[in-house]
């Protein structure tokens, strides 16, 4: 009998080992079938989750920020204990005691799986298998990802610490509304630090994992407020929070930035303008778009926030003044629907909110947008977005206020019409007077400014507005400079032997082409004869430019272009020399700014310094080097020495006689009546046929600052329009405020010359001790005794017969209306007026 009860227990015994060592075999054999091709766990160890790359501006202040994942990466040392916490009592309490799973946690959820019958199926993944699914695996529920997740968080259990787990899962998580990350999301939900956190708010983060977009704060603000205080609860009993403080957090009311409780960080931050979407287009291009989309790089931009103001307001007042002197109303296109303005304010206010019209327009005050809600005889009642009725300040536009359009005041407008107003106010005291009516020009344009030895831009402005156009006119936009180019011909002569005492033919042209017979003419469609080379940049003549163009060769005119960088490969066609070819804004005005330096290249940056999320400087623009800037023993009487080995575009005594030359252009030339500042200004106008693109480009001492204007689709621009008159008055404005923070001087005179006085009608030489307006002093090289009376004429001869300018006489071009219906322009009638004429000027 007992043999037979030992035998049974022994099989008994038996039957268990077999089967426990089957059950061993099985998971040793599945184990080893999932972990095979396994990614590695290792790389976690050198793991860098994609960050935001910050822009900032020169004084430190954050004026940009990118990513694709919204992430502030935060190591777990400066990771508040309160934030682990409330992230281990939410997802896995056990977890500095579990070696990567959670046995008793995965049995719970079988059990309650095989009990629903598969309908109730949570989660019993450890923050560890998280990570593990993160970062390796896919999200799917199959047993066979669980499986490898537990292998992997085993693996990895041994090769990193507990606390880089954490500070992996922490930093990688998403949490809702483009946030990952704690630290993204503190900024995101509540806009304070992980420091400055209260427990309730610590609760409200870490209850997002489980489903973020199930727990949104006011969508689904009453089950976030169940799982928060379920989490507060598990703090309580994990004994990381008293009792006291679980009663007072859980007391605490669902605050966010979603709910209106706080402001959003982004509203900290200046709107996006073109500046930074220029940064972000070239260093996506020189990092890479992963680089720089989640590099967690931190860029020091050149900008000037006040000039970049300045410049803003400068191209919008003269695109606007332009625009509605051509007495048309286009407004934004959009009309909200009738039941919108029928609902009440709520409705239409709701409605104005999600019309697509831009919001980052400043121009003599912020311009809102609005609906018109009734248009009555003698006024439009409106709804301000963003503004409270005010008895003060009723929102009405007086009939009077739209004096500026022709029509009726009823066809024009119609309710439901969204339109921009801005507050006009008295310029004595600033005291309100009406609402006025705006609209977006049609017109737009560029400007750009920088510091002509360094090449930093300081402003730009590549249209009206960021938010109604992001298409940068200032980069972006290849135009025809006209006359602004013509510089660079004139710097080709001079540096090819020609002086500024040569004497050019200015007379009539006949150039066969393939295109047919080509007459190009003067602006003012007048001849000068013979003239000074001066005279040919002060008062844009053509003929001049293109005679001198021929002469020189325009096989040298295009190397000197592309070596100033204008063009990468200019065509050398004759009609080239008048600014036909197509270039940006930008690479006119650092072109420029090698005139006012002195002859040097300047590389145009919008970045000084690139760091990579660990601090180390990856781009630096100021290649000069410090040569005794670690020497304590320098004088505080002198500073250190800064060493520059920029490569020389032109000889310096080349940049000075054309630069004396653009000075003449501002001081009697072309923009005589548009710039006057109170220190020496350079500078160059241009005006392309029909006014399709207008030009100025110059500078001072320190800044080089360039504007253009023109239509997206190219088309005259019209009676008056002129790169002086246009662009002019945008320069003006702008240089005053930037003349005040940056200064100005005389231009620099290289050595190696010698002034000599020339009478500047006729070329002749005078004697030292002359004074009068037709007096100039030209600077010559020192050896090289100019020839006076020297001419060229390019090989194109002079009619005997010619009547030409004399000295005194206007040059200003008349507009006529022509029989189509179009405007010309012509001067008065010489003998070869008949000849039709076409060209740049």
Sequence with gaps: ?????????????????????????????VLHIYGRDLPSHESLANYKPPTISRIYSGEGRIIDEFSRERRLFTPAEDIPVLVKQAFI??????????????????????????????????????????????????????????????????????TLSKERILELYLNEIFLGQNSYGVTAAAQTYFNKSLRELAPHEAAFLASMPKAP????????????????????????????????????????????????????YSAELPPRDYFTDEIRRQLSEDFGEGEFFGGGLSVRATIDPEMQAEAAVALRRQLEQYDRARGKWRGTGIVLPEDALEDGEEAWREALAQAGVARDIELDGTWYPAVILEIEDQQM?????????DADAPHVVPRADIGWLPGNFQETFERGEVVYVRRMTRDEDGTFLRWTLRQVPEVEGGFVAMDVHTGRVLAMQGGFSYQHSVFNRATQAKRQPG???????????????????????DAPIEIDTPQGLWRPRNSSNKFYGPTPLRTGVEQSRNLMTIRLAQEVGMDVVARYAERFGVYDNMG????????????????????????????????????????????????????????DCG?????????????????????????YQLTSMMKGVVDRGTASGAINLPVPVAGKTGTTNDARDVWFVGFTSNIAAGCYIGYDQPRGLGRGAYGASMCGPVFQEFMSEAIKKYGGGPFEVPPGGHFIKIDRYTGARLAD????????????????????????SGGFAMGTDLELFERGESEQVKEVTTSTGRTGQVGGKASFGSMSSGGLY
């Design 1 to 29: 009998m007992l043999r037979a009860i030992g035998t049974f227990f022994g099989t008994i015994f038996s039957l268990v080992t077999l089967g426990l060592m089957l059950i061993a075999l099985s998971i040793g054999a």
């Design 213 to 264: 977009s199930d727990f949104h704060p006011v969508r689904n603000a009453e089950r976030l407020l169940q799982r928060r205080n379920f989490v507060l609860r598990e703090m309580n009993e994990n004994g990381y929070l008293d009792d006291a403080t679980y009663e007072a957090e859980v007391a605490a009311p669902l605050r966010s930035v979603q709910n209106g409780d706080f402001e959003p």
């Design 381 to 389: 009642r409106l709804g301000i977005e963003g503004v409270a009725p």
């Design 631 to 655: 020497d304590e023993a320098i004088p505080e009487t002198r500073g250190p020495r800064i060493v520059s080995n920029r490569e020389r575009v032109i000889d310096a005594i080349t940049a």
């Design 769 to 792: 001790d002359s004074q009068g307006e037709f007096v100039v002093a030209e600077y010559f090289r020192d050896g090289e005794e100019p020839i006076f009376g020297f001419s060229v």
């Design 89 to 158: 009592s939410a997802e896995d309490k056990n977890f500095y005691q579990h070696g990567g799973y959670d046995a008793r946690g995965i049995a719970a959820a079988i059990f309650e799986a095989v009990r629903s019958r598969g309908e109730t199926v949570r989660g019993a993944s450890t923050i560890t298998q998280q990570v593990m699914k993160n970062f390796l695996l896919s999200g799917d529920r199959r047993i066979e990802r669980k499986i490898k997740e537990i292998i992997l968080a085993t693996r990895i259990e041994e």
């Design 572 to 627: 050398q066609f004759l009609a080239n020399s008048l600014g036909s070819e197509e270039t940006t804004l930008y690479n006119m005005v650092a072109a420029y700014s090698m005139f006012a330096n002195g002859g040097e290249r300047v590389e145009p940056t919008l970045v000084d310094r690139v760091q990579d999320r660990d601090g180390r400087t990856v781009y630096k623009h100021d290649p000069r080097d410090c040569v």
């Design 483 to 505: 006359s602004s180019f013509k510089p660079f011909v004139y710097a080709a002569a001079l540096d090819s032997g020609y002086s500024p005492a040569t004497i050019v033919i």
